[in-house]
């Protein structure tokens, strides 16, 4: 009943910049926390930057990634700067839910969205 679709990834050299996207569709949800993971080839899924009240972010990307939000879209975003080849990797979105219908704490993921990073 809940979905998040990912958008804005593709191709950049390395020093270019490129913005993420993600929007949370559906009803009777309330969003506590949005944040972006990454999976580079043959490792594991990592924490990118989070958002609440406050942002948090992966000392890694610190200086170069910057993550929004608009909660009136239901949409957070990823700033990505300075890319470097290391960045490469599949970009997830997260968002941490209180549904209407039960109450509970739920976790959705996006199917994710493709950046690449060359030289």
């Known amino acids: 009943q809940v979905q998040l679709v990912e958008s804005g990834g593709g191709l950049v050299q390395a020093g270019g910049s490129l913005r993420l996207s993600c929007t949370a569709s559906g009803s009777s949800f309330i969003i506590n926390a949005m944040g972006w993971y990454r999976q580079a080839p043959g490792k594991q899924r990592e924490l990118v930057a989070t958002i609440t009240s406050s942002t948090n972010y992966a000392d890694s990307v610190k200086g170069r990634f910057t993550i929004s939000r608009d909660n009136a879209k239901n949409t957070v975003y990823l700033q990505m700067n300075s890319l470097k080849p290391e960045d490469t990797g599949v970009y997830y979105c997260?968002?941490?839910?209180?549904?209407?219908?039960?109450?509970?704490?739920?976790?959705?993921w996006g199917q994710g969205t493709q950046v690449t990073v060359s030289s």
């Open positions: 997260n968002a941490e839910l209180t549904r209407g219908v039960t109450g509970l704490l739920s976790h959705y």
